[in-house]
């Protein structure tokens, strides 16, 4: 039996060796003069497992974990390649519980496909949601999307089917679909996966959306910061072509759909979806007033769908398996299913796709394990650097949009970033007003003022100078940022200080009767 | 051909290729700085003229965006990770000593002119945190020793 060997081609997985590893496997196989196939798949999301080898037998894949160079002789020397016994053995990789526990419907073929192939693409199920929605008419996908319940996973959580629906009913000789791959919240990188382990299910997701809504041209506006992803899309959009899943009539439909990734330049507030219009269009990346919205008047003044990786990820196997399949999965109004990342000080880090209703509490301890350091965990950032810090009172808050709302807290990107008991809940507050000083696009006041206001009475708190007056300073300051600002940049960067401030005033030099306002 | 002279034959070629795209101006800012590692302000006019754009508003997209440079960078950039999942793994102490240890603040270059150094929010290798990027390689889990090894091999290497 020929032997398949997989080792990620993900950047994660990279940053800890995975090249390397895959060289070593290479020429160990040479001198022992074993033939081995090897394929750089994407990351199964288990990181502290990373670099993870797997190997392909007769029941399944095996796998071994941590690889790194110097383990690659013994690997062998055990019989690797047949599944054999070796100190770094892991059985399964599909029986590892955290794998095992989880609901992959997004990333049902991430970590197990050649991200690069079409062709294992469309053998695991690629492109039938497209062929679906081809036989259908357009109000009938964008019925589909909205049955299924699906909201926007970039962070706002908007229903994708109403935003389709308006571009739709929109006339225009040209329409645009974008996708937001500027997904800059520390704490998240289910995007990244999504476009380094399975670029197909994003280029699929948007054709269907240009089908629905009539749009021809797509850009996926991808950060810098990724240029891994930015090789593998450009790659698997070149074979989807050459395939005819894109450019003029696409498999024959006569509907055509041209695709292109375009690269940010480094400006975190580019990911909101109006200055990343502006981005697009070669501007500085300033925040739009709306209305108008970019469903009615968007990218060049022309109606245009603004999606994040993962919703438009997602909607492939609501076009195959149905809009029930999806909404199905979930609790209330959050329907479907969430990537959720765990980062920061957390033992086990990860990919953790799973129906919303979670707690954060068996995310953090029955996936995550604890914290890394070993020290109790003290405080969670939910939703990236604009999320709020949720206390251990917090962590039964199950993971949904609406009850982690009714919490003012923000679920938004998923992304959730743990730290131990050694963390300064005011030197962090100073640092969320610190980043929004240094990304505010300074189109409004509240935000480019308020937030180098913000980082001078931090400093003044910090050092312990009249607290009786920094403190209101600083929740008045709040205040106007929260109500006052254009876009969520501004706008939400009080969630970050003022959760600090509430559940952790002894960081402040306060006590928590004195923060009762 | 002067320096100046291949600087501006470069900077016109890329110009040709992408001026056409709508929104073009950032893949052309792109191309320059993959080429030239920085965009020269001399790089301007040139680009500012070919998109019918002032040379204000040229120089504002290049001061907009922090991976744009106008100034040239040492031969490797060290993007280190800021973000808050790298600062929960020890980030800012990693931070204080690859300053000390290049002798340098953010934004500055070594003196021999071989490392810059860049903070970045968020490379996406938060479940490797913290991390960093040298070039186009990107390292996670970077403790001060992992540090110190990559250096020497680059300063090897150099």
């Known amino acids: 039996m020929s032997i398949t060997i997989y080792v990620p081609c993900d950047s994660s997985a990279v940053s800890l060796g995975a090249d390397r590893v895959a060289t070593a496997i290479t020429n160990e196989a040479a001198k ?28 399944g894949r095996i796998s071994y974990g941590p690889v790194q160079p110097a383990d690659v002789s013994a690997l062998f020397d055990a019989d690797f390649t047949q599944g054999g016994t070796h100190p770094l053995y892991l059985g399964l990789t599909e029986e590892i519980a955290y794998f095992k526990k989880q609901q992959r419907l997004t990333f049902a073929r991430i970590g197990i496909t050649d991200p690069v192939s079409l062709t294992d693409y469309i053998n695991n199920d690629g492109y039938r949601g497209l062929k679906n929605a081809l036989n259908l008419t357009q109000e009938q996908i964008v019925q589909a999307v909205t049955d299924s319940g699906l909201r926007g996973r970039g962070g706002a959580a908007f229903p994708t089917g109403i935003k389709w629906k308006t571009v739709l009913n929109t006339a225009s000789l040209q329409k645009y679909i974008i996708c937001n791959a500027d997904e800059g919240d520390s704490g998240t990188f289910s995007d990244r996966m999504v476009m380094e ?52 009539n696409i498999q024959g439909s006569g509907k055509d759909f041209d695709l292109e990734v375009r690269l940010g330049a480094g400006a975190y507030v580019c990911g909101e979806e109006t200055s990343l219009m502006e981005s697009l269009e070669g501007k500085r990346g300033l925040v739009r007033f709306k209305p108008p919205l970019p469903a009615i008047s968007g990218l060049f003044g022309q109606p245009t769908v603004v999606n994040n990786v993962i919703s438009l990820a997602s909607v492939p196997i609501i076009l195959d398996k149905g809009g029930d399949y999806y909404r199905d999965f979930g609790m209330g109004r959050s329907r479907g299913t969430l990537p959720l990342q765990l980062a ?174 | 051909m002067t320096e100046s002279g291949t600087t501006q034959a470069i900077v016109q070629e890329i110009i040709a290729t992408l001026k056409d795209k709508p929104g073009a101006l950032l893949p052309i800012l792109h191309g320059v700085q993959d080429a030239l590692s920085y965009i020269p302000a001399e790089s301007v006019p040139a680009i500012a003229t070919a998109l019918n754009l002032s040379r204000a508003e040229v120089h504002g997209v290049i001061s907009f965006y922090h991976y744009f440079r106008d100034t040239p960078p040492g031969k490797q950039t060290i993007h280190l990770c800021r973000a808050e999942s790298c600062q929960a793994m020890g980030g800012k102490q990693l931070e204080e000593h690859v300053k000390t240890r290049l002798g340098i603040d953010f934004h500055e270059t070594t003196a021999d002119g071989k490392f810059s150094l860049e903070p970045v929010y968020c490379l996406g290798n938060c479940a490797c945190s913290p991390a960093m ?23 090897k290497l150099a």
């Open chain 1, 32 to 59: 022992r003069g074993i033939t081995i196939e090897l394929i750089r798949n994407g990351s199964r999301g288990m990181y502290w497992l990373e670099p993870l080898v797997e190997v392909a037998t007769a029941n």
């Open chain 1, 197 to 248: 382990g399975d670029p197909f299910v994003l280029i699929e997701g948007m054709t269907i959306a240009g089908l629905a809504v009539d749009a021809t041209q797509g850009y996926i506006y991808l950060r810098v910061e990724y240029p891994h992803a930015f090789e593998i899309l450009n790659t698997a959009i070149a074979s989807a072509y050459q395939a005819g899943y894109l450019g003029s």
């Open chain 1, 344 to 517: 920061g000080n957390i033992k086990y880090p990860g990919l953790v796709e799973s129906a919303f209703g979670l707690t954060l509490r068996e995310l953090l301890y029955d996936f995550g394990g604890g914290s890394a350091s070993g020290r109790p965990i003290r405080a969670v950032q939910v939703g990236g650097p604009l999320g709020a810090y949720l206390p251990e009172a917090q962590f039964d808050t199950p993971l949904d949009y609406e009850a982690f709302a009714a919490n003012w807290t923000v679920l938004g990107h998923g992304g959730i970033v743990v730290f131990d008991d050694t963390v300064d809940m005011a030197e962090m507050a100073r640092y969320s007003m610190e980043f929004c000083k240094i990304e505010s696009c300074g189109k409004c006041t509240p935000c480019r003022i308020g937030s180098t206001r913000g980082v001078e009475v931090m400093d003044e708190i910090i050092n312990g100078r009249n607290l009786d007056k920094n403190i209101p300073l600083l929740r008045d300051l709040c205040d106007t940022l929260l109500n006052g600002s254009l876009c969520a940049l501004g706008g939400m960067t009080p969630y970050p200080v003022l959760s600090a401030i509430n559940h952790f005033p002894e960081d402040f030099g306060i006590d928590a009767k004195a923060t009762a306002a």
């Open chain 2, 133 to 155: 990027q040298i070039g186009k390689d990107i390292y996670g889990r970077v403790s001060e020793d992992s540090f110190d090894n990559l250096l020497n091999d680059m300063e």
